[in-house]
């Protein structure tokens, strides 16, 4: 994933662990498809299948927003990145919380990607401090 980085950011350890978390979003979904794909008895679909598909997403958008906070002049503008941030990140465990709660073998392995997430948080909070 090359997204034009300036050379300080691929250093950067919240980056790093965003592309971490883009990685085990995108193998835990697939994982989670092959389960989820299925009609049920009735006819109607598994909608846990939709919150798969937000995860990634919402993984691929972490980076991103990385890129426009570091590269942002005006701290309004730097602060509105932060907080799409935040809210990606918010949307991102609260899915995870939810697809744990499915019919799949997959989700065990949701706990992984929200202690991830937790790392990744802790890893904002100091990076918040240094923009």
């Not at 509105?80 to 935040?86: A, F, P, Q, R, V």
């Amino acid at each position: 994933m090359n997204y034009n980085l300036p050379s300080h950011l691929s250093d950067l350890p919240i980056y790093r662990k965003a592309l971490d978390i883009i990685t085990l979003s995108r193998s835990i979904s697939t994982y989670l498809n092959h389960d989820l794909s299925y009609l049920n008895p009735d006819g109607s679909e598994d909608n846990n299948i939709y919150f798969s598909g937000d995860i990634v997403q919402q993984s691929t958008n972490l980076a991103p927003e990385i890129i426009n906070a570091e590269r942002e002049r005006y701290s309004d503008k730097k602060h509105k990145h932060l907080e799409s941030l935040d809210r990606l990140t918010t949307r991102l465990y609260s899915n995870c919380r939810r697809l744990e709660r499915s019919n799949s073998n997959g989700r065990d392995y949701l706990p992984i990607l929200r202690g991830e997430l937790r790392k990744f948080r802790k890893l904002q909070r100091n990076w918040m401090m240094t923009l």
